[in-house]
């Protein structure tokens, strides 16, 4: 349950945050104020108010003190949420004093609650999410058994943390076997009682006892330490080469060594064979499973409950059954991982081919995990990869380098071109709209310019254009005798201006 993603989201909404922020930063643009001040005066009137409104909602009863009396916004959204803190009754406390702990550790305390909330969303028109937990997943996942959990949920004894964590394993695996064996040089990688397993595949985790900080930390740390270009001195950029290399590595190249594609038409043709499964998949599609109409949500669950079996009995046969020799999802998943390993090392062996093994690369800083209409894009996992592989890398802002037009160097790129809606189902509400990856400058000079050409605008492809402004802020970095002096008018440390 994302309890606490939906409470700040709903409160966020109430108090028509985004909407306030836009409102203050115009009305002080207009007035002539600097945009650090503004930064920081939104911040106090808008973001820290917010906050305080959460904290005062969250806590047991709700800290009234923490509320602005005046503000009519605030005392609507106080009452808009009366229902969900209401349905916590009178007596109730929070686990650490905190309600999203406390969400976490206890959520049947939590189900009027949520409920409410979904009704919220719907009031508010924001979209509905599932508020009565079920599964959704058709493929078993792995589980993570450790000594406590053997002890506690299979052995039915008490555990303890004084008796070797290998003697309570010992009870139910044959630690003599094969793959429990302590490995590598010295026999220091050894098994510490803990495996995974999805009840057909199993992984044994091995430690390595020499080692105090373990793997994760290591990472983290090197997170933290990732160096942005604008960071290096002089010299050092002057020790950079200059010879243009070229080097494509796209999507497609990626999806073709993880076999996805074919993947995926393999499991397409094991559903046309299997006609009744497509069909219980389309039923369940149709039916709204996040519904708080209760007749809506009970014809969802009696479609789930008559498809079931089917579902059930495709994935099951194709993942776990062990009569089946076939095991053709499991398969899949397998060599899906192994493809992504195999990938990830060409990518890395094709890159110190091309430019060296003492070469510096230079990464954007944006990233938009899991974010809505976009295709995943490879940020810190790409950055953990060069790491493991010991190549070097340096972080370049992104920030405004597909608004700033790198032939006149002004924030002035926009959207313009009507095209067809991408996304067929929004097409009946909206059916044009702008496009996205072409932008033309609204600059009067560089109009100008094109116009004695005989053309209006100077059309720019966006990536071409972030492209050519991020070369120039490096080119920019390296000529510099002081980049502080040019710098002074960035918001931020680590945005140089383009071009100029
Ligand atoms: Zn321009």
Known sequence: MRFSQHLRQSINVLLNVKQRKAEVKQALLEQGVDPKIIEDLIFQDVTQTAKNFKMAITTRPTNMTLLPQNSQVEINAYNALRP???????????????????????????????????????????SPFRCFPLRRSWFLGYVQIDSKIL???????RWSNNIDKLDYGKQVVDLNAKPFKAQKENKLLRFCGTIQTDSVGV?????????????????????????YISDL???????????????????????????????????????????????????LAENQSSSLEMEVYRRF???????????????????MSSQNPQFMLRKLRLAAYFNKQRADMQLINSLKQKFGKDAIFVLGNWSAPNALYHEPT???????????????????????TSRCCPSCHILSLKK????????????????????????????????????TQGFQYKLWNRDLA???????????????????TICTSCPLKKRPQMGK
Request: with cysteine.
């Open 301 to 319: 669950l009696e479609r789930l409950g008559q498809n079931y079996t089917v579902l059930d009995n495709f994935y099951g046969y194709t993942t």
């Open 233 to 283: 001195n002089t010299e050092e950029h002057k020790a950079v080469n200059e010879t243009p290399i070229k080097f494509r590595y796209t999507k497609q190249d990626q999806d073709k060594t993880r076999k996805s594609k074919k993947y995926r038409n393999i499991l397409q043709a094991m559903k046309s064979n299997n006609p009744a499964v497509y069909q219980a998949e389309n039923v």
């Open 203 to 227: 992984t044994v985790l091995k430690k390595r006892i020499d080692r105090q900080s373990s793997y994760t930390s290591t990472i983290k740390e090197a997170d933290k330490k990732f160096k």
């Open 151 to 157: 002890c506690q949920n299979i052995l039915n004894i």
């Open 466 to 484: 972030a492209c050519l402004n991020m070369i120039s802020i490096i080119l920019n970095l390296r000529n510099w005798s002081n980049p502080r």
């Open 378 to 400: 490879r940020g810190i996992g790409l950055r953990r990869l060069l790491l493991r592989n010991h190549l070097s890398l340096l972080l370049i802002d992104e920030f405004n």
């Open 416 to 451: 313009f071109k009507q095209i067809d809606n991408p996304r067929p189902y929004q097409r009946s509400n909206y059916s044009l709209t702008l496009c996205h990856g072409l932008l033309r400058c609204t600059n009067q000079t560089c109009m100008t310019k094109m116009q």
């Open 84 to 126: 969900v803190s209401d349905s916590y009754g009178t007596s109730n406390s929070f686990k650490k004093r905190s309600i999203y702990y406390d969400a976490k550790a206890q959520p049947v305390n939590h189900f009027m609650a949520f409920v409410q909330l979904a009704r919220l969303f719907e009031t508010l028109g924001l």
